[in-house]
């Protein structure tokens, strides 16, 4: 039995939410935990970021998500074009979550174009329609009130990425995970 629980990792952009949710993942697969999901790796070119890339946390693999740079059949949201086989992937992704229903999903990261109905929505649907939970989601700080209300999210635990640290995350959602069993 799963709790229908959300945790959420926030903060601003650059402030190192997915470097903290990657030590989240080490730690919670070092407790024993079967995780599944994908991370959006963000790399830098001067003082922006250049692209993100697709991680599946599972396999251990990355695929360009989105990038500055136009492509031909890559459709844009903000200055960003996305790469629709990197949707394609993130759903295969989570499709695997259906059928392993690891004891975590991990989703980075939830924003505006899921407000938009864009992006990841429909996995995040996906989800929870099917009752898959806890999820630990990366959300910047100025969307989390909207994701919550969007997702009509109750069971929540948000953790700012400037004054927490993993251990002290992994403790929480393994102490949750423990009354569960």
């Known amino acids: 039995m799963s709790v229908n629980r959300i945790y959420i990792i926030t903060g601003e952009k650059g ?12 730690c919670m697969r070092l407790q024993g935990y079967h995780l599944g ?10 003082n922006e970021r250049s692209h993100f890339e697709l991680w599946d946390i599972e396999k251990d ?6 990038k500055r740079d136009p492509s031909e059949g890559w ?17 295969q992704i ?20 899921e407000l938009a109905d864009g992006g990841f929505h429909k996995l995040i649907k996906k989800l929870m329609q099917n009752l898959i939970y806890p999820q630990l ?8 009130s909207e994701i919550m209300e969007k997702y009509r999210i109750q069971k929540i ?13 992994c403790r929480e959602i393994a102490d949750q995970l423990s009354e569960l069993k």
């Open 15 to 26: 402030e190192g939410k997915t470097t903290l949710l990657e030590h989240v993942v080490q």
């Open 37 to 46: 999901g994908f991370l959006s790796k963000g790399f830098w070119k001067g």
């Open 61 to 66: 693999q990355g695929l360009m998500l989105c």
């Open 75 to 91: 459709p844009q949201w903000g200055p960003f074009f996305f790469n629709p086989e990197a949707l394609a992937k993130a759903s």
């Open 94 to 113: 989570i499709d695997r979550c259906l059928l392993e229903k690891p004891d975590l999903v991990v989703m980075d990261e939830i924003g505006k174009f």
């Open 137 to 144: 989601w990366v959300v910047r700080r100025p969307f989390v």
């Open 157 to 169: 635990s948000i953790f700012d990425a400037t004054n927490s640290n993993a251990p002290q995350i």
